[in-house]
């Protein structure tokens, strides 16, 4: 069960801001926390709405919501990455609301629908956060994961990892209105601290990957917006769902997802030479992971890098999802030393590049990135998953007597 956790957690810079915003905002005090990471794939890209298997970890880059209850039937909420742009919606009328609002006040919405805000008339919400936001790490999930932790702890609920992740993607289909996959909110909530989650998009399973101690993550963002990739996003899906259907086409028994096809599979049946390619960087992907897990496990980080290499041509020839600025960026990251590989990480059509680089080195590729053109780039190692918090009753005080 996820337990909201009594640590104080004072030197927590994220916690003070999003305390200090909601006490300004609202001139009342937060006694409740959720916190949750965004994540950045490694390898398993595009393959989540075949029941394909994906590899990612959570960073240690979070997101903090702060929240406390009020008497009125509205959700408030106000973020430090959108000061200007503070919400108040009647419950009632959550469903009109566009842009950040409708992440937070999406799951404080179902999570009052599914009556788990019983004896709650209303929500005041803080947020901050040092996921970048847009760049492919998946900000919106830590959002919402963060949101659901700050409110099971603000109701006194308990729910198991699996529910909070539900609700959290529920927010996004249906407030959100994009259409993911489980992977997203299922690593902000159940990343594990050294290691890679491997999850199995088909019955949800998960397997924690630890990762060998002398390796680093560096994520580097092209700065190019990935506007395009909603709808790119669909057609893709449908060509998978086509290729499936191409697939099962005189079988006596219909696989239930192109993950399970064989490429033998893909090779022999009738269908689009666009979906063939479509259905072959799935089923080939699908196939890098589990060996990429092996490898890990094994220690062996040169063919992890060689099989991300690999995703990476995969989604620009197959899949057809990245831009020249991802392939500059992550031929850029491949020339660096100390990189074992480095591919496109994300929905792709901009956001960010991921690379596995050798710690000692993994600065010195942050400065070399940078010079190659990234807009941001830095270091990250696995991270633990969302926890919520209450905050201690003196925290306010102690920040008023250390600032005097
Ligand atoms: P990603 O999840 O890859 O960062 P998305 O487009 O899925 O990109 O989600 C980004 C959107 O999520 C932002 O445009 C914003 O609406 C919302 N969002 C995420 N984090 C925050 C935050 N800390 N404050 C306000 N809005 C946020
Ligand atoms: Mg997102």
Known sequence: MVDPSLQPDAGDALLA??????????HAVARHAGHAPGRVNLIGEHVDYCGGLVLPMAID???????????????????????????????????????????????????????????????????????????????????EVATVMALIALSEQQRSPEEVARIARRAEHEFAGVPCGIMDQTISVMGVAGCALLLDCLDGSTRPVPLPTDVAVVVADTGVSHALATGEYALRRASCERALAAVNAGRTAPLAALRQATAADVAGASMDEVDRRRARHVVEECDRVAWFAAAMEAGDLSTCGILMNRSHESLRVLHEVSCPELDRLAAAARSCEGVFGARMTGGGFGGSIVALVAEARAEAVVGELIGAGATRAFVTHAAAGARSERIRPDRARRKDESAS
Request: proline share 2%; net charge negative; hydrophobic share 50%.
């Open 17 to 26: 801001e999003a305390d200090s915003l909601h006490e300004a905002t609202f």
């Open 61 to 143: 880059r979070r997101t903090v919501v702060v929240a406390a209850a009020c008497d009125q039937p509205v959700v408030c909420a106000v973020s430090d990455a959108a000061l200007d742009d503070a919400v108040t919606i009647a419950w009632g009328d959550v469903a009109t609301l566009k842009g950040w609002g409708a992440y937070v006040a999406g799951v404080a919405e179902i999570m009052r629908r599914e009556g788990m805000l019983a004896g709650i008339e209303g929500v005041t919400i803080a947020v901050a956060s040092d996921v970048p936001l847009g760049a492919g790490l998946s900000s919106s999930a830590s959002l």
